[in-house]
């Protein structure tokens, strides 16, 4: 076995959802997270859900129904990457509980799922907004748009597994908090950048240094 596949078997099958407003940093933060995962050695797909549904249903409106036939679709394909022992990353408003949890029950039959709630104050998103899109629907222009002329349901404690508040936390310290938390699940051990060691390899070659009376 390559250090490389090794790599890969040390970890669980997971879907990551980071769910939130428009411009909380949703797709930020699971770039920048897919980016460390890869780092790692790990396998990994960002399903990014706007990227989806131009490409695989652009036929999809934005009523609530509508929606959830998206959230039902991307649950379906996070479930069979992480059957295969894909890391997987969702970035989705998905506004809805009821499709929220249904998201998850899909992909536990085949593995973990943990649910981030992104939190961001509406009038942060809309100044954030690079599209001007908050506006848009402000004016009646973009009818459906979650925040303004469409509800968000916000996650309740209990149903998110993370919650990182953007508007406290830069994109980097909001990745490290996630990375962190990955770590303190389980998923995979600490690996420190400089050494390229995991916690469990780290203590096992201070171990044999000690057995010598080095340490």
């Given at each position: ?24 940093g ?5 770039k ?19 990227g ?7 036929d ?17 394909i ?40 992104v ?35 916000e ?18 310290s ?8 990955l ?33």
């Amino acid at each position: 076995m390559s250090e490389e596949e090794e790599r890969q078997t040390q970890f669980n099958s997971f879907t990551l959802w980071f769910t939130g407003l428009p411009s909380s940093g949703k797709s930020t933060i699971a770039k920048e997270v897919e980016n460390e995962l890869r780092r790692r050695g790990l396998r990994v797909e960002n399903l990014d859900a706007d990227g989806l549904r131009k490409n695989l249903h652009p036929d999809l409106g934005f009523t609530k129904e509508e929606r959830g036939i998206n959230n039902k679709r991307i649950g379906y394909i996070s479930k069979l990457l992480t059957k295969n022992d894909v890391a997987t990353i969702v970035a989705a408003v998905s506004p809805f509980k009821e499709y929220r949890q249904i998201a998850r029950e899909m992909v536990e039959e085949e593995g973990e799922f943990y649910q981030i709630y992104v939190e961001c104050p509406v009038e942060v998103c809309k100044e954030r907004d690079p599209k001007g899109l908050y506006e848009k629907a402000e004016e009646g222009i973009i009818p459906n748009f979650t925040g303004i002329s469409h509800p968000f349901e916000e996650p309740e404690i209990g149903e998110y597994d993370l919650k990182v508040n953007t508007a406290e936390l830069d994109p980097d310290s909001a990745t490290e908090k996630v990375m962190q938390f990955l770590v303190d699940t389980g998923i995979f051990s600490s690996y420190d950048e400089y050494t390229g060691l995991n916690e469990h390899q780290e203590e096992e070659i201070k171990n044999r240094l000690r057995r010598l009376g080095y340490l």
